[in-house]
């Protein structure tokens, strides 16, 4: 089962920062947080993960609280191709560490 | 660099029927998985292969099969097709240590079983 929990649905005005929420409450020391998104009939791609630091890529920031309980997958200029449906796991960064997804929250961005 | 290259892209079968799906995974790249994923559902994850051998195994039945190969390409086998196998069929290959930058997924392929 995946270990973590995202609200089902989000919208977002588009042009302002998407803020999604994930929470993972039973994380161990040694999981990574990750985010996936899935655009309509594509394969999932891979847009950022973190141990504990905060962290930024080209795609999003990833802000994870400091008892990593919970993180925040931020896109800081959402466009029209940033709706999707969003996948927050948590999985050692090991190769026998199967990657899980849930339901994930599926993003609107609106115009 | 490619990325992964999954085949066919649509495919419609007849219940009961077998189906081999092909995966070529991006290059470097030693460690395969495949997912189905229903409509409106996250991909549920079938197994691994790492290094042409099964590495893990999801809540599947056995008449779901895989293989690697040497140069790590994929094949994921389904015989007796049932109705409920209708899906998008995604593979992901990965290298992955403690510098796992995650999956790279291939686009799908859609196979619809009447």
């Known amino acids: 089962d995946a270990k973590t929990t995202q609200p089902t649905s989000m919208d977002c005005a588009e042009g302002r920062a998407a803020n999604l929420p994930c929470n993972h409450s039973?994380?161990?020391?040694?999981?990574?947080v990750y985010w996936y998104r899935q655009i309509h009939s594509q394969g999932p791609q891979y847009i950022i993960h973190?141990?504990?630091n905060n962290e930024t890529n080209e795609m999003a920031s990833l802000i994870i609280t400091e008892d990593r309980k919970s993180s925040t997958l931020i896109l800081p200029h959402a466009t029209l191709r940033d709706t999707a449906v969003y996948y927050c796991?948590?999985?050692?960064?090991?190769?026998?560490?199967?990657?899980?997804f849930g339901k994930g929250t599926r993003l609107h961005i609106l115009p | 660099e490619t990325g992964v290259t999954q085949s066919p892209t649509h495919l419609i079968k007849t219940r009961g029927q077998q189906v081999t799906l092909r995966c070529s995974s991006q290059?470097?790249?030693?460690?395969v998985s495949w997912y189905q994923q229903a409509l409106g559902q996250g991909p549920q994850f079938i197994f691994q292969?790492?290094?042409?051998?099964?590495?893990g195994r999801g809540n599947f039945p056995p008449r779901f099969s895989g293989l690697q190969f040497p140069n790590y390409s994929s094949e994921l086998n389904v015989n007796a097709l049932e109705l409920d196998d209708s899906a998008l069929y995604l593979c992901?290959?990965?290298?992955?240590?403690?510098?796992?930058?995650?999956?790279?997924f291939g686009s799908g392929t859609r196979l619809t079983v009447v």
């Open positions: 290059s470097g790249h030693n460690t």
């Open positions: 992901a290959s990965s290298l992955t240590d403690i510098s796992d930058y995650g999956y790279t």
């Open positions: 796991i948590v999985r050692v960064a090991r190769r026998d560490d199967k990657i899980i």
């Open positions: 973190g141990l504990k």
């Open positions: 292969y790492y290094r042409e051998e099964e590495n």
């Open positions: 039973t994380i161990s020391g040694n999981e990574y």
